[in-house]
């Protein structure tokens, strides 16, 4: 029995995380659209990052909740290996990225945050994405390329890259990942 465990365990960890939902990332990218039509009407910064850290939490909670559909309806353990590397390659850039939003608005450089936010979650997808399926990793590239842009870019286009990565490249993906991994 020890045996069975043994390999059962092993191949669990050498296996790809594919429950990742595709359409979760087509509604998680959906929301962004709209949160970032939203953020651009509003006449403060305060009031524009906090519909995107409301929608940061929404988009947590869209794909926590399909990555557990998608696995249940899969049969397959939701907190197997892969997932748990997934996660902890994940987070770790998140915690930086809470971080870092704390320092710069205290600093009053809020203009900054588009380019830290779409670089880091693109490297939590990207170290994330090298126990998951070959377009994971490409997709967190696709966010930190656009937070290069909007870093070293006028600030005006903080915005539409925050709504071009979170919300276009979501969708796309999501579209990508459901016809080619199953939902």
């Known amino acids: 029995m020890d045996d069975l465990r043994f390999i059962r365990q092993t191949m669990e960890n050498a296996s790809a995380f594919t429950a990742i939902s595709g ?7 959906i929301t962004a659209i709209a949160a970032g039509l939203a953020a ?8 524009w990052m906090l519909i995107w850290m409301a929608e940061a939490l929404l988009s947590l909670g869209i794909g926590i909740a399909s990555t557990g559909f ?4 899969a049969r ?14 994940f987070v770790p850039s998140l915690i ?23 670089l880091l979650y693109g490297t939590g997808v990207v170290t994330g994405g090298a126990v998951s ?6 997709m967190g590239i696709c ?5 290069g842009v909007a870093l070293l870019g006028p600030a005006a286009w903080g915005n539409p890259l925050m709504i071009a990565g979170f919300g276009g490249v979501h969708v796309l993906f999501g579209f990508l990942i459901a016809r080619r991994h199953g939902g």
């Open 76 to 89: 397959l353990p939701l907190w197997n290996g892969p997932v748990r590397k997934f996660v902890w390659s």
């Open 23 to 29: 359409w979760g990332q087509v509604a998680v990218g």
């Open 143 to 147: 966010f930190m390329l656009l937070g």
């Open 40 to 47: 651009a009407a509003q006449p403060t910064a305060e009031r």
């Open 70 to 73: 998608k696995s249940r309806a």
């Open 96 to 118: 930086v990225g809470a971080l870092l939003t704390l320092v710069l608005l205290r600093a009053e450089h809020h203009t900054l945050l588009p380019g830290i936010w779409l």
């Open 133 to 138: 399926v070959r377009i994971v990793p490409i």
